[in-house]
């Protein structure tokens, strides 16, 4: 009864179209989850997400869910999750994914799950790193460590939302670094992030995660954004 009249005062809305949720659907009407642009890229080794490190990085694994188009319903969703509080966004991306990650990492053999840092003044500022129930999701469906403390920011920075291409292109290796121990030798991270346009946040993330001696690293995002 409770349930019900929480359900009353506060509807359940589509964080795609904002229209009122059914009671079997939870953060996607069912419409807008037949309308997610999904990528394919697990099913091609040299994809789009792959080849954005050709040259730049050595990637064992590379792909990205769902394609990112202005105006369309995946800037709406990465909108909210990383304005707006919307969590659980992220959580859905993950499960969503569950049947194709279980695929890649019978291959790959992941060690880690290891989220792009925001830094700590950004972290205080959001409330929230918008890759971390993302990142949980992943890590619960094959059933590997999400870590979170490997890799850390250390610089603050604008948002890249506010920066043209070129400033997107040309960030600064030393923004992270890592903080390892002898443990963490020879294991293959696995690294994630929201978005990848010109992959340069993720290529300066990974050089980072590869001064551990042995690293083998891959990545995946949320979206796949044409630059």
Known sequence: ???????????????GC??????NENVLCSSCRHDLPFTNHHSVKTNETYKKFYGRLPVSHASSIVYFHKQGIVQEL?????????????????????PELTRIHATEK???IIPVPLH?????????????RFGLSLSEGIAIR????LLERKQYSKTQTK????????????????????????????LIDDVITSGATLEACGKAILKIPGAKLSVITIAYAHS
């Open 1 to 15: 009864m409770i349930k019900n009249l929480i359900n009353l005062l506060f509807p359940k809305i589509c964080n």
């Open 18 to 23: 904002d229209s009122l949720l059914l009671t």
């Open 78 to 98: 990465i909108h909210k999750l990383k304005y707006k509080g919307a969590e659980d966004i992220g959580a859905l991306m993950g499960d969503l994914y569950h």
């Open 110 to 112: 992941f060690d880690e």
């Open 120 to 132: 700590p003044k950004r972290l205080r500022e959001r409330g929230y790193n918008q890759v971390t």
């Open 146 to 149: 999400f870590n979170d403390t």
């Open 163 to 190: 920066k043209s291409l070129l400033g997107r292109t040309e960030i600064n290796t030393s923004l992270f670094d890592v903080r390892f121990s002898e443990k963490d030798h020879d294991k293959h991270f696995l």
